[in-house]
């Protein structure tokens, strides 16, 4: 995994040393036969080196592994995301047993929407279901009291139940408060019709999986036909409806999709001179770092920008992940990065039909080149919602 192996000898260790970039990188210091190898990520790998591997302080506690030591593995990285995203993979090759307490990911916080139930309703959660469950997951969110806030303020707009339990439907059962105050269909004491309800359960999906857009339409066309009937009462109402929707959707960030529809593309800065490192992301997973040249080269010259990213996209491992678990992982992942107060970087989001925004990333490459920052910096997590 990692493209650089350097045999280490003590007694030749500052010819070493001055070969060993002193930018960032991950690395692996293996020992002889049987011992557990040394993992970690840094910001200065020379310097980092030669404090494991340097000729001993006397009085220190400081680690120093230049006696057990034999080779060193190592890969340059360009960002923190990078080194991150790669230690992640190499302690979860290196230590299949033990690498989630070594890394302490926590998972992100989703709203699940329950199908597999008869009565399906909505919950928040950090752990993904079977990978062929009917169940659907819309996040990541920054926190769980964010997807509750969220999850709790758009049931509001609709009718579908909130309690947890299993129903049994039963005519003679009381009901609840939501029911009394007509905010639930109350399919617990048979307030509906089974298809009723499956109906409102539609709405919320859609609703989920337009990042809110389908019921901002509904609303909006409500209101304009009602304004139409010279209806103006009705007309108002709806239109004190859309005026509460909207600071609803607005604490929507706009990395929130449902998880199989969360496709994408992070640019970051790359170790490799004049280039910049994409990580494509489908379905949650991230696949690469896939260095990008920034100058094209002789043969590509008539190609554009543009197909220039398609094609090294294309040519790049898709991303894949095997089990629920491996998935929330690189959820967790994207949550810890997203949600960074400064986040280094660029992500681009596919739309509803899986094409990525090829003229803004372009623009997005130009910027991270350059160090410049991201043309709607401070919109996440704001922005508007998927869809």
């Known amino acids: ?23 960032s990188a991950i690395f692996l210091l293996r020992g002889e036969g049987g011992a557990e190898p040394y993992v970690s990520k840094t910001a200065n790998l020379r310097r980092r080196l030669l404090r494991l591997l340097g000729s001993p302080e006397e009085r220190s506690k400081r680690l120093n592994l230049r006696g ?29 047993k033990t690498y989630a307490d070594r890394l302490r990911l926590r998972f992100a ?35 769980r009291v964010a997807a509750e806030k969220f999850a709790n303020d758009s049931l509001d707009f609709f009718k579908m139940r909130r309690c947890v339990d299993d129903l049994h439907p039963d005519p003679a059962f009381p009901g609840c408060i939501y029911s009394e105050m007509k905010m639930c269909l109350a399919p617990c004491f048979k307030g509906c019709s ?26 909006s066309h409500q209101r304009d036909e009602a304004s139409n009937k010279l209806d103006f009462e009705n007309a108002a109402a709806q239109h004190a409806r859309l005026d509460k929707l909207k600071p609803v959707l607005g604490q929507l960030p706009e990395i929130v999709h449902r998880s199989d529809l969360l496709t994408g593309l992070i640019v970051q800065p790359s170790a490799q001179k004049e280039s910049v490192a994409l990580f494509p992301f489908e379905v949650g997973c991230i696949a690469g770092p896939v260095a990008f040249s920034i100058q094209s080269p ?51 989001f596919a739309d509803d039909k899986g094409v990525l925004p090829m003229r803004r990333i372009v623009r997005g490459i130009s910027r ?15 922005g508007a919602g998927p869809g």
């Open 298 to 348: 002789e043969h590509t010259k008539s190609q554009s920008m543009e197909s220039r990213i398609q094609q090294a996209l294309d040519a790049a491992p898709p991303p894949q992940a095997r089990t629920a678990l491996e998935l929330m992982e690189h959820l967790a992942i994207l949550k810890r990065w997203y949600y960074r107060g400064t986040r280094v970087g660029e992500v681009f």
């Open 109 to 143: 916080p989703l709203v699940k929407l329950h199908m597999e139930n008869e009565y399906p309703r909505a919950s928040v959660t950090t752990r993904l279901g079977r990978r062929n469950g009917k169940s659907f997951y819309y996040g990541p969110f920054p926190s």
């Open 68 to 96: 057990l030591v034999r080779w060193i593995e190592y890969a340059t990285t360009g960002s923190d995301f990078e080194s991150g995203f790669l230690l992640y993979r190499l302690l979860r090759s290196t230590f299949p």
């Open 194 to 219: 089974d298809d009723e309800y499956r109906a409102e359960v539609a709405s919320v999906q859609a609703y989920l999986d337009t990042g809110g857009q389908s019921l901002v339409r509904e609303i």
């Open 368 to 382: 991270v080149y350059r160090g410049e920052k991201p043309e709607a910096e401070g919109m996440a997590p704001g």
């Open 1 to 23: 995994m990692l493209p650089n192996r350097l045999e280490f000898d003590a007694g030749r260790d500052h010819e070493l040393f001055a070969a060993i970039p002193a930018g």
